[in-house]
């Protein structure tokens, strides 16, 4: 990124820093968002939790 948009006359560094805040925003927003792993959750021994996801994805 920084090859392509520091030469840029008023992107600069600054831009830059302000992209990547952007884009770790929106992994943030995603992340609250997005079910964990049904079957990460088992292999934890997290079953009940695991089941409720599969139970939503499923229209249950």
Known sequence: MSYYLIPIPGIAWRGV????AVLSLFAFVIAKYVPESP??????????????????????
């Open 17 to 20: 820093a302000l992209l990547i």
């Open 39 to 60: 079957l990460w959750l088992e292999s934890k021994g997290r079953f009940e939790e695991a089941d409720k996801i599969i139970s939503e994805l499923n229209g249950r």
